[in-house]
């Protein structure tokens, strides 16, 4: 059974920074792609990074280009979320998920499996 588990959230001054990690279970890390995607209040879940685990392919949302970076480490099954120069917009709770598909996947309905979230809040 694939399992995905968030954590490294919290609360941090806008200009600040914060690592997500996401570590996966239950399959062969290589073979995904993996996404993170955020959730404010009242809004729709949305993009904001992926990485393809087999080539290091990296993809991301316009809103955080240049600021967030994902990575990956094979030998921990593990994906990260670095990301600097935080705005307060940048509040929500944030999903980690993955992917059979090796390719740009930027919508929710791409992927087969999600965490259970992790909040970061940006306070000005």
């Known amino acids: 059974q694939v399992q995905l588990v968030e954590s490294g959230g919290g609360l941090v001054q806008a200009g600040g920074s914060l690592r997500l990690s996401c570590a996966a279970s239950g399959r062969i890390f290589s073979l995904y792609t993996m996404g993170w995607f955020r959730q404010a209040p009242g809004k729709e879940r949305e993009f904001v990074a992926a990485i393809t685990c087999s080539g290091g392919n990296t993809y991301y949302a316009d809103s955080v280009k240049g600021r967030f970076t994902i990575s990956e480490d094979n030998a921990k099954n593990t994906v990260y979320l670095q990301m600097n120069s935080m705005k307060t917009e940048d509040t929500a709770v944030y999903y980690c998920?993955?992917?059979?598909?090796?390719?740009?996947?930027?919508?929710?309905?791409?992927?087969?499996?999600w965490g259970q979230g992790t909040q970061v809040t940006v306070s000005s």
């Open positions: 998920a993955d992917t059979r598909l090796l390719t740009r996947a930027t919508k929710t309905s791409q992927y087969d499996y």
